[in-house]
């Protein structure tokens, strides 16, 4: 009787040590799944402001709100890609889809160095006024 107690308490022991053992291991490898979800649920907010922006488009609407840099990170988030712009000083902001690359609407900010918004374009959205460019009206 005394060796079977002696035997389940040393099974017990050495599985406690196995446990704190791998404890670090278990912990990285649940940081790596909460990173995963809260990529996730940035890229599925992201989608969700740019599938806005196409239907924004798609309807006729000539974004007159989006005035600034600022008003664009505020409501689209940051951009896929910055480049130089067709005309000095100026730069080329683009958004889509996050997770796809090719088959897929683009919409191109031009901006100015001072941070404003000077006309945008789209291509790939199916409706023909989003598939020229378009300035602000002078005040």
């Known amino acids: 009787m005394i060796r079977l107690l002696i035997l389940c308490l040393s099974v017990f022991v050495m ?17 790596f799944s909460d990173d995963g979800d809260a990529k ?5 907010r992201y989608q969700a402001k740019f ?4 239907k924004r488009i798609t309807q006729g609407d000539q974004l007159k709100d989006m005035v600034t840099t600022k008003d664009l990170i505020a409501w689209l988030g940051d951009p ?4 130089s712009g067709s005309n000095a000083g100026e ?9 796809k690359y ?3 609407p683009k919409v191109y900010f031009f901006v100015d160095a001072q941070g404003r918004v000077l006309r945008w374009t789209s291509v790939g959205i199916t ?4 598939q020229i460019d ?3 009206k002078g005040d």
């Open 15 to 31: 599985a406690s040590c196995a446990e704190v053992q791998h404890l670090d291991e278990a912990l990285r490898l649940k940081e």
């Open 40 to 44: 996730d649920a940035m890229i599925s």
């Open 51 to 54: 599938l806005e922006l196409v």
């Open 80 to 83: 896929v890609l910055i480049r």
């Open 91 to 99: 730069t080329r902001w683009l958004y889509r889809d996050p997770m």
């Open 102 to 104: 090719f088959d897929t």
């Open 127 to 130: 409706q023909n006024i989003s």
């Open 134 to 136: 378009h300035e602000p």
